[in-house]
């Protein structure tokens, strides 16, 4: 049996809470994601048109309660609607395996001031 377990992501979130900010996403960044993450919400898919490297996404409800992971997800591909999801969490290649993230576990973001 596995149990479920709160994670405190070991680096800063940037949000993106904005029709403007969630639009240009991603593609804010001209290298790989190192020791940051993006979180679009509300956003319940993804579009990862234009984006240059292969990242981990991860759909959350209102809760920060994980309700689905993709691990190596690759730049040009689309992920549909995923059910009851309110934000998509953008994170580094290789943080849903290092971090252990599971469906039902719970994430402790921590914020950037400026976003």
Request: hydrophobic share 40%.
């Amino acid at each position: 049996m596995v149990i479920s377990k709160t994670i405190l992501l070991p680096f800063q979130i940037n949000r993106a809470d904005t029709i403007w900010a969630r639009f240009k996403g991603r593609l804010g960044y001209k290298g790989q994601l190192v020791n940051k993450g993006l979180l679009l919400t509300p956003c319940n898919s993804l579009r990862m048109f234009f984006i240059r490297h292969p990242i981990d996404v991860i759909f959350l409800n209102k809760s920060n309660r994980v309700l689905k992971t993709m691990s190596y997800r690759r730049p040009w591909r689309v992920v549909p609607p995923v059910k009851n999801a309110y934000s998509t969490l953008i994170l580094p290649l290789g943080t849903v395996k290092k971090e252990k993230i599971r469906v039902d576990d719970t994430l402790q973001l921590n914020f950037h001031e400026n976003s």
